[in-house]
């Protein structure tokens, strides 16, 4: 039930709420949440981009 929770936390609540907040604190809020929901080490994909 707990991952359930947190799943639905990452689908349903915070993909939806990227749509209407700043790009960069969308990216920030998504890569927190993630790291909470599915205990991931997460790195800043879009500044690695930049650094190519």
């Known amino acids: 039930m707990k991952l359930?929770?947190?799943s639905f936390t990452h689908n349903c609540i915070v993909h939806p709420l990227m749509m209407f907040i700043p790009k960069k604190w969308a990216h920030e809020l998504h890569d927190r949440n993630a790291d909470w929901a599915f205990d991931l080490n997460?790195?800043?994909?879009?500044?690695?981009?930049?650094?190519?």
């Open 42 to 52: 997460r790195y800043d994909e879009l500044k690695l981009e930049k650094q190519k």
């Open 4 to 6: 359930w929770l947190k």
